[in-house]
């Protein structure tokens, strides 16, 4: 499967209530959605609501919304939501193991890590891709390991080929337009984003710039 080169992962203050954002990103030619609720942010957020019953009513709904707009939608963390949803794929964290059958039936399973030991945790032969970073800090998360710049990035890559683990990575964590260009340059296959897309209230000309840029400097796998 040929893998978008762009996810837009949500943001813990996303507004679920008013779906035009997924428009915008539609619109501007982001085609992957990475669906990722975090228990303690909703309970900051919005106290009143329960976590897996509000995960599975956004999820059925942003489905619905994905399938009709012809884009991915993978969830994170919960695979017996993922599977409620129909969605198209999986990303497991570190602390998210699946065991066997479990991993079966969706067409992306991706895999978060920081290094090579920690890629190795995974079911290599079983995922699709590697989201690693962060690239340098971001708010998005309440807890990150030491950011990778650039020079991480290049120093895996090459950890990577010698030890022939072929699955794309996508770059993630506190990327800013700027940052792009010179990300793809170093041979990663696509980028992961939060921060930047929401804080700009989804920019229909951002989007687009994004977009560009990454097709621009992307390099083939």
């Given at each position: 499967?040929n893998?978008?080169r762009?996810?837009?992962?949500?943001?813990?203050e996303?507004?679920?209530?008013n779906?035009?954002?997924?428009?915008?990103?539609?619109?501007?030619?982001?085609?992957?959605?990475?669906?990722?609720?975090k228990?303690e942010?909703?309970?900051?957020?919005?106290?009143?609501?329960?976590?897996?019953?509000?995960?599975?009513?956004?999820?059925?709904?942003?489905?619905?919304?994905?399938?009709?707009?012809?884009?991915?939608l993978?969830?994170?963390?919960?695979?017996?939501i993922a599977?409620?949803?129909?969605?198209?794929?999986?990303?497991?964290?570190?602390?998210?193991?699946?065991?066997?059958?479990?991993?079966?039936?969706?067409?992306?399973?991706?895999?978060?890590?920081?290094?090579?030991?920690?890629?190795?945790?995974?079911?290599?032969?079983?995922?699709?891709?590697?989201?690693?970073?962060?690239?340098?800090?971001?708010k998005?998360?309440?807890?990150?390991?030491?950011?990778l710049?650039?020079?991480?990035?290049?120093?895996?890559?090459?950890?990577?080929?010698?030890?022939?683990?072929?699955?794309?990575?996508?770059?993630?964590?506190?990327?800013?337009?700027?940052?792009?260009?010179?990300?793809?340059?170093?041979?990663?296959?696509?980028?992961?984003?939060?921060?930047?897309?929401?804080?700009n209230?989804f920019?229909?000309?951002?989007?687009?710039?994004?977009?560009?840029?990454?097709?621009?400097?992307?390099?083939?796998?």
């Open positions: 499967m893998l978008p762009i996810q837009y992962i949500t943001h813990p996303e507004d679920f209530s779906l035009t954002w997924l428009e915008k990103l539609a619109e501007g030619g982001i085609s992957w959605v990475q669906l990722r609720i228990e942010d909703l309970a900051e957020f919005h106290p009143k609501l329960h976590y897996k019953a509000t995960f599975i009513e956004i999820a059925d709904i942003l489905r619905e919304k994905t399938s009709n707009f012809g884009m991915i993978t969830i994170n963390d919960h695979p017996e599977r409620l949803a129909s969605a198209d794929g999986i990303h497991l964290g570190m602390e998210d193991k699946m065991e066997g059958s479990e991993t079966d039936g969706f067409s992306i399973y991706g895999g978060t890590a920081h290094n090579l030991g920690e890629m190795k945790k995974h079911s290599i032969d079983k995922l699709n891709y590697f989201g690693v970073g962060p690239f340098r800090e971001t998005t998360k309440k807890k990150i390991k030491s950011v710049g650039v020079r991480g990035y290049v120093q895996l890559l090459s950890e990577m080929k010698e030890e022939n683990i072929s699955q794309p990575i996508f770059a993630i964590g506190g990327i800013e337009e700027n940052d792009i260009a010179e990300i793809m340059k170093i041979g990663v296959y696509g980028i992961a984003l939060s921060g930047l897309i929401h804080k209230n920019d229909n000309q951002l989007i687009k710039n994004i977009v560009q840029k990454v097709n621009d400097h992307a390099r083939s796998i």
